[in-house]
Nanobody
């Protein structure tokens, strides 16, 4: 049984930082690209960041570039999202997703035409102004 369990969400003031974690089990983690996605109230879920199976390549939506960093630890089956300089518009439920691929091209994930094979349950991030 595949499980993705996110943690690290919370309430933070604008300009602050949070680190989200996603612990995976029940799959061969290094066979999967990993992504972070978010859904704000009344909005559709959107792509935030993705990382290839090896961690060599990373991809970000424009609005989080230079502020967010995705990285992974394949020895511990975990992926992380370091979020700095948070803004109120970053408020959302954040989800991690696993995509079965060893490709270094993650354009489908970035364009949201490729949906993850597995999803976590989400963790709330609230940024106050």
């Amino acid at each position: 049984q595949v499980q993705l369990i996110e943690s690290g969400g919370g309430l933070v003031q604008a300009g602050g930082s949070l680190r989200l974690s996603c612990a995976a089990s029940g799959l061969i983690f290094s066979n999967y690209a990993m992504g972070w996605f978010r859904q704000a109230p009344e909005n559709q879920r959107e792509f935030v960041a993705a990382i290839t199976w090896s961690g060599r390549d990373t991809f970000y939506r424009d609005s989080v570039k230079e502020r967010f960093t995705i990285f992974r630890d394949n020895d511990n089956n975990s992926v992380y999202l370091q979020m700095n300089s948070l803004k109120p518009e970053d408020t959302a439920v954040y989800y991690c997703g696993a995509v079965f691929t060893r490709s270094n091209y993650l354009g489908g994930i970035v364009a949201e035409t490729t949906q993850p094979d597995y999803w976590g349950q989400g963790t709330q991030v609230t940024v106050s102004s």
